[in-house]
């Protein structure tokens, strides 16, 4: 059996006055659809820590950057509601587009300092869209928690400082990136590449991986980022938007003492990819 399907706001808010009125806890994943197991980790999590969940479906127009990329999304909502029936959610939301953007819509939630590098150097206004649909989503949905994936690393610090700014009521959980077999982190772009593309993408997290460790074992992390620039050209990735070392939590320079995180961005085959890995502190030197 499919989840069932709510699209308008009113029934939504129906059914989560009656979960509150019960006192159960809400939790929200917030999609865009196209669901693979990346997104389906994130709905058995939210299964497991909450009393009812919502997976909200919404390709929403205004974090793409191009038109083009916005119209060539993937839309697969039955086959999506159907992945989803296993699972035993207790609502797919489907929001109408006129309803979350009616014509006369004018509030934009902007982060600063956090948007800025990475993403937000290559995607202007990307990270506006995101914290505003977000921030409407947790209104919407009511939600206590809500479950995000540090595939998307930059997002998930962005709305960690959205929530802890605004004093949202919702408790975000962060769930680890799903990969292919190959490595690969999964993503609904992925379906964009072709055969020969995808046997390449797999460069990419080995890659990263090995320039991790490379940094880890105390190796200059400069020189690290060069020559891990040079493989990923040497193996068919490229352009590369950008390939950082940053500080794990506000995604600018890392600070001695904090956690890090090397984070990349590159095209292959007309799609963009990004993944992101943990750097842990270098061994104390003997
Ligand atoms: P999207 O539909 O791409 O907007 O993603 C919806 C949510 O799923 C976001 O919180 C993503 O970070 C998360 N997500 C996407 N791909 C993966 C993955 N491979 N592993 C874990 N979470 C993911």
New binding site residues.
Partial sequence: MSAPIIRSLDDLRRQTAQWRRKGEVIGV???????????L??VRAARAACDRVIVTLFVNPRQFNSPEDYAKYPRTEEADAALLGPLGIDALFVPDGAEVYPSDHATVISVSGISEPLEGRFRPGHFDGVATIVTMLFNMTQADRA??????WQ??QLIRRLVADLKLPVEIVA?????ADDGL????RNQRLSAQARGQATALPAILMQAAAAIETGDNPDRVLDETRERLAASGIGPVEYLELCDARTLHAPQPGSPRRLLVAAWLDGVRLIDNVAVSDAPPTR
């Fill in positions: 994943v917030p999609t865009m659809g196209a669901l693979h197991e990346g997104h980790s994130l479950f995000f994936g540090e595939k998307d997002q998930l769930c680890p990136t799903m990969r982190a999964l993503s609904s």
